[in-house]
Protein backbone atom coordinates (compact mmCIF):
# COMPACT_ATOMS: atom_id res chain seq x y z
CA UNK A 1 0.00 0.00 0.00
CA UNK A 2 1.24 3.44 -0.85
CA UNK A 3 1.30 6.00 1.55
CA UNK A 4 0.24 9.60 1.69
CA UNK A 5 2.88 11.72 0.89
CA UNK A 6 4.90 9.54 -1.67
CA UNK A 7 5.25 9.20 -5.24
CA UNK A 8 1.75 7.80 -7.60
CA UNK A 9 3.72 4.83 -9.33
CA UNK A 10 3.20 5.12 -13.22
CA UNK A 11 1.40 2.68 -15.18
CA UNK A 12 -0.40 1.94 -18.41
CA UNK A 13 -4.24 0.24 -18.68
CA UNK A 14 -6.10 -0.64 -21.35
CA UNK A 15 -10.05 0.64 -20.63
CA UNK A 16 -13.44 -0.78 -22.02
CA UNK A 17 -12.99 0.89 -25.29
CA UNK A 18 -8.99 -0.12 -25.71
CA UNK A 19 -7.52 2.99 -25.16
CA UNK A 20 -4.26 2.94 -23.12
CA UNK A 21 -3.99 5.61 -20.11
CA UNK A 22 -1.17 6.42 -18.48
CA UNK A 23 -1.11 7.60 -14.74
CA UNK A 24 1.23 10.26 -15.94
CA UNK A 25 -0.72 11.50 -18.71
CA UNK A 26 -2.95 13.18 -15.94
CA UNK A 27 0.11 15.01 -14.12
CA UNK A 28 -1.49 18.38 -13.20
CA UNK A 29 -4.75 17.09 -12.52
CA UNK A 30 -6.16 15.79 -9.93
CA UNK A 31 -6.75 11.79 -9.89
CA UNK A 32 -9.16 9.54 -8.20
CA UNK A 33 -7.13 5.95 -8.20
CA UNK A 34 -9.74 3.79 -7.31
CA UNK A 35 -9.53 0.00 -7.23
CA UNK A 36 -12.51 -2.93 -6.91
CA UNK A 37 -13.15 -6.21 -6.83
CA UNK A 38 -15.23 -7.63 -9.79
CA UNK A 39 -17.29 -5.60 -12.80
CA UNK A 40 -20.90 -6.40 -11.73
CA UNK A 41 -20.83 -7.73 -8.39
CA UNK A 42 -23.13 -5.43 -5.46
CA UNK A 43 -20.52 -3.77 -3.63
CA UNK A 44 -18.61 -2.25 -7.34
CA UNK A 45 -21.64 -1.92 -9.21
CA UNK A 46 -22.81 0.43 -5.80
CA UNK A 47 -19.28 2.17 -5.86
CA UNK A 48 -19.55 2.78 -9.64
CA UNK A 49 -23.14 4.31 -9.72
CA UNK A 50 -22.42 6.25 -6.90
CA UNK A 51 -19.60 8.16 -8.52
CA UNK A 52 -21.36 7.97 -11.74
CA UNK A 53 -24.63 9.84 -9.36
CA UNK A 54 -21.70 12.37 -8.12
CA UNK A 55 -20.28 12.89 -11.92
CA UNK A 56 -20.92 16.38 -12.54
CA UNK A 57 -19.59 17.37 -8.59
CA UNK A 58 -16.36 14.95 -9.79
CA UNK A 59 -16.27 17.15 -13.21
CA UNK A 60 -16.41 20.06 -11.55
CA UNK A 61 -13.52 20.05 -9.08
CA UNK A 62 -11.69 19.18 -12.21
CA UNK A 63 -11.19 14.91 -10.32
CA UNK A 64 -10.37 12.28 -12.79
CA UNK A 65 -11.80 9.05 -12.29
CA UNK A 66 -10.03 5.63 -12.82
CA UNK A 67 -11.48 2.51 -12.04
CA UNK A 68 -9.51 -0.06 -12.03
CA UNK A 69 -9.95 -4.37 -11.77
CA UNK A 70 -8.89 -7.23 -12.87
CA UNK A 71 -11.38 -7.95 -15.45
CA UNK A 72 -11.39 -8.01 -19.23
CA UNK A 73 -12.04 -4.86 -21.45
CA UNK A 74 -14.54 -6.85 -22.70
CA UNK A 75 -16.45 -7.42 -19.21
CA UNK A 76 -15.66 -3.33 -18.29
CA UNK A 77 -17.62 -2.65 -21.34
CA UNK A 78 -20.44 -4.16 -20.72
CA UNK A 79 -20.02 -2.50 -16.93
CA UNK A 80 -19.89 0.56 -18.33
CA UNK A 81 -22.60 0.48 -21.00
CA UNK A 82 -24.94 -1.41 -18.43
CA UNK A 83 -24.22 1.36 -15.84
CA UNK A 84 -23.62 4.49 -17.88
CA UNK A 85 -20.31 4.31 -16.38
CA UNK A 86 -18.77 8.27 -17.61
CA UNK A 87 -15.37 7.23 -16.51
CA UNK A 88 -12.43 4.81 -17.92
CA UNK A 89 -12.27 1.20 -16.30
CA UNK A 90 -8.97 0.31 -16.81
CA UNK A 91 -7.93 -3.90 -17.12
CA UNK A 92 -5.36 -5.05 -15.40
CA UNK A 93 -5.31 -8.56 -16.17
CA UNK A 94 -1.96 -9.46 -15.43
CA UNK A 95 -2.77 -8.06 -11.55
CA UNK A 96 1.09 -5.85 -12.14
CA UNK A 97 -0.55 -2.49 -11.03
CA UNK A 98 -3.01 -4.29 -8.02
CA UNK A 99 0.46 -5.69 -6.90
CA UNK A 100 1.93 -2.38 -7.10
CA UNK A 101 -0.35 -0.64 -5.32
CA UNK A 102 -1.03 -3.10 -2.39
CA UNK A 103 -4.74 -4.01 -2.97
CA UNK A 104 -4.34 -7.88 -3.89
CA UNK A 105 -4.53 -9.30 -0.53
CA UNK A 106 -5.33 -12.84 1.14
CA UNK A 107 -8.92 -13.15 1.82
CA UNK A 108 -10.58 -16.19 2.84
CA UNK A 109 -14.20 -17.64 1.33
CA UNK A 110 -15.74 -21.02 2.04
CA UNK A 111 -12.83 -22.03 4.04
CA UNK A 112 -10.53 -21.26 1.60
CA UNK A 113 -7.77 -18.41 1.07
CA UNK A 114 -7.07 -17.10 -2.25
CA UNK A 115 -5.80 -13.62 -3.14
CA UNK A 116 -8.25 -11.29 -3.95
CA UNK A 117 -8.50 -7.38 -4.54
CA UNK A 118 -9.65 -5.38 -1.58
CA UNK A 119 -11.55 -2.28 -2.04
CA UNK A 120 -9.24 0.89 -1.57
CA UNK A 121 -8.47 4.07 -3.44
CA UNK A 122 -5.86 6.89 -3.73
CA UNK A 123 -6.67 10.21 -4.05
CA UNK A 124 -3.19 11.44 -6.21
CA UNK A 125 -2.60 15.21 -6.39
CA UNK A 126 -1.51 17.46 -10.07
CA UNK A 127 2.23 16.99 -8.94
CA UNK A 128 1.38 13.14 -8.87
CA UNK A 129 1.94 12.58 -5.02
CA UNK A 130 -0.59 10.27 -2.62
CA UNK A 131 -2.83 13.20 -1.04
CA UNK A 132 -5.45 10.78 0.62
CA UNK A 133 -5.67 6.94 1.05
CA UNK A 134 -8.78 4.72 1.41
CA UNK A 135 -8.03 1.64 2.71
CA UNK A 136 -11.13 0.10 3.42
CA UNK A 137 -13.93 1.76 1.38
CA UNK A 138 -18.10 2.14 2.04
CA UNK A 139 -19.42 1.87 -1.37
CA UNK A 140 -22.68 3.93 -0.49
CA UNK A 141 -19.93 6.70 0.72
CA UNK A 142 -17.17 6.56 -1.14
CA UNK A 143 -17.95 9.56 -3.88
CA UNK A 144 -18.66 11.79 -0.98
CA UNK A 145 -16.03 11.17 1.07
CA UNK A 146 -13.69 11.54 -1.87
CA UNK A 147 -15.25 15.03 -2.65
CA UNK A 148 -15.27 16.25 0.78
CA UNK A 149 -11.53 15.58 1.45
CA UNK A 150 -10.79 17.30 -2.03
CA UNK A 151 -12.41 20.50 -0.52
CA UNK A 152 -10.68 19.92 2.81
CA UNK A 153 -7.26 19.78 0.83
CA UNK A 154 -7.95 22.76 -1.58
CA UNK A 155 -7.91 25.07 1.87
CA UNK A 156 -4.45 23.32 3.35
Not at 23 to 41: C, E, I
Not at 50 to 74: C, E, H, K, N, P
Request: charged share 25%; net charge negative; with cysteine.
Amino acid sequence: MLNIGEQAIDFQLPDQANITHQLSDYRGRWVLLYFYPKDNTPGCTKEACMIRDAWTDFQSAGIVVLGVSADTTDSHKKFAEQHQLPFPLLADTEKKVLTSYGVLKEKSMFGKTALGIQRMSYLIGPDGVVREVYPKVKPDAHAEEVLKDFERLQSV
